[in-house]
T-cell receptor, first 113, second 110 residues
Framework: GESVGLHLPTLSVQEGDNSIINCAYS??????FIWYKQESGKGPQFIID?????DKRQGQRVTVLLNKTVKHLSLQIAATQPGDSAVYFC????????????FGKGTKLTVNP | DTGVSQNPRHKITKRGQNVTFRCDPI?????LYWYRQTLGQGPEFLTY????????KSRLLSDRFSAERPKGSFSTLEIQRTEQGDSAMYLC????????FGPGTRLTVT
C-alpha cells in the first residue's frame, strides 16, 4: 500500500557538519517526492522536490537523492546551521492520480552549536 | 504576507460542540487541501478542492466533518459534535503545483 517512512526518528549534528536524512517509500507508483521542514508551532515549509525521472536535484545547501531501485529518498543539508533544527518530512504523490501527499513520520534534526 | 493563512490559530472547545476553521489560500491558487496532524506524526490528507469543487475525500473525513469552498477562494472546515480524538493540528495547503502550507489551527477538545 501507500506508505512513507523514515529510518531514524532523531538526528543530532554539530553546526557546520553535513546532515543526511533518509526516507523509505513503499508505493512503486509514486513519482513525485517532496521534502518539508516543520518548525515547532508552524506548518510544513516546502524545501525541495524531485520527480521520478531524476536521480538527484540540488537547491541552496540542500540536495535530494532518489533511488527508485530500493525506493529510497534522502535529503542532504550542507554546512548545517542552528536554524536548520526542525522536523523533516518526506512526502510522496502519484502524479495524475490522487492529489494527496502521503507523509512519513518525520525526523527531528537537532543542530548543536 | 501573501502565504496561506488560517484562522483561528488555536481553538479550545468542549466535547460535543461544533467548530469551524477558515483557510485563505495563496491568491489564484486553484487547488486547496486540508490535512490533519497529530503530535509526532506527519500530516494526513483529509480533502482536496479544485476551485469550488471538492474532488477527493479521505475516509478519515467522517460524517461529522464537512468542508466547503463556495467561491473557489477561501475554504472552511467544520467539525460537528467534536470528540477528544479530534484534537489535532488542522493544516491547509494551496497549490498551483507544489503544496504550500499554512500555519495550521490547533484544536483542543476537552
Amino acid at each position: 500500500g501507500e506508505s512513507v517512512g523514515l529510518h531514524l526518528p532523531t538526528l543530532s549534528v554539530q553546526e557546520g557538519d553535513n546532515s543526511i536524512i533518509n526516507c523509505a517509500y513503499s508505493n512503486s507508483a509514486s513519482d513525485y517526492f517532496i521534502w518539508y521542514k516543520q518548525e515547532s508551532g508552524k506548518g510544513p515549509q516546502f524545501i525541495i522536490d524531485i520527480r521520478s525521472n531524476m536521480d538527484k536535484r540540488q537547491g541552496q545547501r540542500v540536495t535530494v537523492l532518489l533511488n527508485k531501485t530500493v525506493k529510497h529518498l534522502s535529503l542532504q543539508i550542507a554546512a548545517t546551521q542552528p536554524g536548520d533544527s526542525a522536523v523533516y518530512f518526506c512526502a510522496e504523490n502519484v502524479q495524475g492520480g490522487s492529489e494527496k501527499l502521503v507523509f512519513g513520520k518525520g525526523t527531528k534534526l537537532t543542530v548543536n552549536p | 504576507d501573501t502565504g496561506v493563512s488560517q484562522n483561528p490559530r488555536h481553538k479550545i472547545t468542549k466535547r460535543g460542540q461544533n467548530v469551524t476553521f477558515r483557510c485563505d489560500p495563496i491568491s489564484e491558487h486553484n487547488r486547496l487541501y486540508w490535512y490533519r496532524q497529530t503530535l509526532g506524526q506527519g500530516p494526513e490528507f483529509l480533502t482536496y478542492f479544485q476551485n469550488e469543487a471538492q474532488l477527493e475525500k479521505s475516509r478519515l473525513l467522517s460524517d461529522r466533518f464537512s468542508a466547503e469552498r463556495p467561491k473557489g477562494s477561501f475554504s472552511t472546515l467544520e467539525i460537528q459534535r467534536t470528540e477528544q480524538g479530534d484534537s489535532a493540528m488542522y493544516l491547509c495547503a494551496s497549490s498551483p503545483d507544489e503544496q504550500y502550507f499554512g500555519p495550521g489551527t490547533r484544536l483542543t477538545v476537552t
